[in-house]
Structures are given as structure tokens and as C-alpha cells.
């Protein structure tokens, strides 16, 4: 059984290029974000981690680390890092998971249970291993989106994901589709009209379950 969203993410002790850590401890009060590889020094991987490289301060403006998840050693992604940073024009200071037991792929559902890569695996080997984690400072799983080898994980859509998740958990309410931050939000069905006035003042009924305010400043 895979995990689904809100399970409690497994407390695995993982080796990362910065030391043994484990995961439950290493998100701590934090949100988290958990992105997956299926082999270090390969195009689309090297373009990816070097977008999250860039996006250091916006990670630190949610409160929220990332780490790295790929079936190479320790080694290999010290090394990998030095091309990821070449890429990105920028430290890359997440840790990257070495995951070559695959105790992480399988854990997360990435990857069958009694899967073994052969000696010399190929990124088609783990091409699974292409997902991304967003966890809650709960431990749990919030969202999760995987993609295929050939596309590039697209993080301006991870940001507003974390973004809307973070609102909602704050604040109590909905988004709706394509909703980005200062625009209007849904209010709970739960919420009787009295008590959404009292807390949001006006709001705009589209249909009696569908109910739009701004969100008090």
C-alpha cells in the first residue's frame, strides 16, 4: 500500500551527502519537500536540482527544506553537486539522500517491494523514482505529483501548491483552481453564512457550495 495523502511519512534513518539524518527529526516544526531521482548525472535531473538551488530563498521565505532523493552513493552526488551548482550559478545546500538500497523508493511507493536494479543500472531502471514529496511540519504527506523521465518538474507550480497548502492549514479554507497567493479563497461548506460573516466579512455565493471571500489582512 502506497502512501496517501495526510498518512505520517516513514521515519527512516537516510545517508545524505551531509551525514546520516533522520527524516522526522531533519523536518522538525518545518514543512518539508522531498524530490526524487532516478540516477545522478543525467539532463533533466541536473536542470531540476539546479531549479531548486535557485529557489534557496523562497524555500526560507516558507519555512519549509528540501532535500534530495536519488539511487547513487554518497560519493557520486558530492560529485553530481559540483554540476548541479555549474548549472544553477548557485550553491546547491539541500541534502541529497543516497538512496542505493532503495529503502526510500520503496517506502514511498516508488518502487515495488521485491525490486533489485542490476549491477549497472540505467535511470530506466528507477524511472519511477521521479516524484515529488510535499510533507506537513505533522509528518504528513500533503501532496505528492510524479512525472515522467522526459519532462522537467515544473517548481513555479510547486511553490503555489505550497503556497495554497500553507493557507489552507493557516487560515481554514479552500482554493480554488489556479489560485495564487492574495487572491480570493473558498469557504469551507462547513461554515455556516453567519459565522463566514463574522469571520470574513462580505463573500460572494456562486452557488450555495461555492462561496468566495478575500482573506482578512
Not at 61 to 66: P, Q, S
Not at 133 to 150: A, E
Amino acid at each position: 500500500m502506497g502512501l496517501r495523502i495526510n498518512d505520517e511519512i516513514p521515519n527512516l534513518e537516510v545517508e545524505t551527502d551531509q551525514g546520516t539524518l533522520k527524516l522526522h527529526d531533519w523536518i522538525g516544526d518545518n514543512w518539508a519537500i522531498l524530490f526524487s531521482h532516478p540516477k545522478d548525472f543525467t539532463p533533466v535531473c541536473t536542470t531540476e536540482f539546479g531549479a531548486v538551488a535557485q529557489l534557496a530563498d523562497e524555500w526560507e521565505k516558507r519555512g519549509t527544506k528540501v532535500m534530495g532523493i536519488s539511487v547513487d552513493s554518497v560519493e557520486d552526488h558530492k560529485k553530481w553537486k559540483g554540476d548541479i551548482e555549474t548549472y544553477a550559478g548557485t550553491k546547491a545546500s539541500f541534502p541529497i539522500i543516497a538512496d542505493k538500497n532503495l529503502k526510500v523508493a520503496k517506502a514511498f511507493d516508488m518502487l515495488p517491494a521485491e525490486f533489485m536494479l542490476p549491477d549497472q543500472p540505467a535511470p530506466a531502471d528507477s524511472q519511477t523514482v521521479r516524484v515529488v514529496f510535499i510533507v506537513g511540519p505533522d509528518k504528513k504527506l500533503k501532496l505528492s505529483m510524479t512525472y515522467p523521465m522526459n519532462v522537467g518538474r515544473n517548481f513555479a507550480e510547486v511553490l503555489r501548491a505550497l503556497d495554497a497548502l500553507q493557507t489552507a492549514a493557516k487560515e481554514n479554507v479552500a482554493l480554488p483552481a489556479n489560485w495564487t497567493t492574495g487572491e480570493d479563497v473558498i469557504i469551507p461548506v462547513a461554515v455556516s453564512d453567519d459565522d463566514a460573516r463574522k469571520k470574513y466579512g462580505e463573500f460572494e455565493t456562486v452557488f450555495p457550495y461555492l462561496r468566495k471571500t478575500k482573506l482578512p489582512s
